[in-house]
């Protein structure tokens, strides 16, 4: 059964914002149970047993001989975790070579670093490899992840990603579910701030400027068709100001992640969290959360509008 555009961008985004999330044993949980799903009895869970370590394996795939060792990074690895991904390249490798050789004909490096590793990695790689000709060795992403995931029947994916909200949930809308997805923002953000900027509507080119990945930009423009809810039910709160406040809170917050240099995805995805926090999120949450997060793209200052159109 093929999944539908709508399904697999939703699945898409809900894999990105795991991977950022898990790290350490639930880096490693997630990837072991997603290659149960996948390939069943043939991968086998591996984890310590006190004084015998894991042998420098995570994870082992008998039909082909791939050993797996994962790393999960805090908020999908940034340039602090660096010198800790090279030296536990190094070690697992030297382990899993010492310990397992027989059975290991493939050695991949599995890790969460979403918006793409640093070189010092590949080079790390590129030593190993070249230290030992007899094995294949390889890094495994997000994107590998998708296309293991996406070779699933949708119950499956379900169950490692959580419900997608079809075409019938993004047509119904419900206004509660906006007032209650509001409400907590509000309740969970610091409200002392002032408000001082003015709402500008967004250019047409503004995704393409920001140079969003494709499920995101699916989310903002799709959720464009919805944004009307939310630019409502904000116009006639029963405060005034609850517009501008909403919309002053998702600056603040932009300009922070702006200030710490981090890519338009991770961004995008600590955005996300604000509104709807961690863990799966129901449809109709799903769907609240794609109108209010397209209505402050359009209508505040979260991303940048193309130098032309600024002034």
Not at 51 to 78: H, I, P
Request: aromatic share 10%; hydrophobic share 40%; with cysteine.
């Amino acid at each position: 059964m093929s999944l539908s555009p709508d399904q697999e961008y939703r699945w898409r985004i809900a894999l990105e914002l795991k991977m950022r999330k898990s790290q350490g044993d639930v880096f490693q949980d997630f990837f072991s149970t997603m290659m149960e799903e996948v390939h069943g009895s043939d991968f086998v869970r591996v984890r310590p047993f006190g004084q015998l370590g894991d042998k420098g394996c995570d994870g082992y795939l008998r039909g082909m001989g791939q050993v797996f060792q994962c790393y999960g990074a805090l908020d999908g690895g940034n340039e602090d975790r660096v010198s800790y991904l090279i030296r536990k390249m190094g070690q697992d490798f030297a382990t899993a070579t010492e310990k397992i050789p027989e059975i290991m004909k493939e050695w991949h490096m599995v890790h969460n670093f979403i918006d793409g590793l640093p070189v010092k990695a590949v080079e790390k790689l590129e030593e190993l490899q070249k230290a030992d000709r007899s094995r294949k060795l390889g890094f495994i992403s997000m994107p590998w992840f998708e296309l293991q995931i996406f070779s699933l029947e949708p119950a499956k994916i379900e169950r490692l990603l959580g419900p997608a909200a079809t075409a019938k949930d993004f047509q119904n809308m419900q206004a509660a579910e906006l007032r209650d997805l509001i409400a907590a923002i509000v309740s969970a953000t610091d409200k002392s701030h002032p408000i001082s900027d003015a709402i500008k509507p967004v250019p047409e080119d503004k995704l393409e400027f920001n140079k969003l990945p494709g499920h995101w930009r699916w989310l903002i423009s799709n959720g464009c068709q919805i944004s009307h809810h939310a630019a409502m039910y904000l116009n006639h709160h029963h405060d005034p100001l609850m517009g501008e406040t909403i919309a002053q809170m998702f600056r603040d917050r932009y300009r922070y992640l702006k200030s710490e240099n981090l890519p338009p995805a991770n961004i995008m995805a600590n955005l996300h969290e604000m509104i709807v926090g961690v863990g799966a999120v129901g449809v109709q949450r799903q769907v609240a959360a794609q109108a209010l997060l397209a209505f402050l793209f359009e209508s505040c200052d979260i991303f940048e509008d193309h130098p032309s159109k600024v002034n």
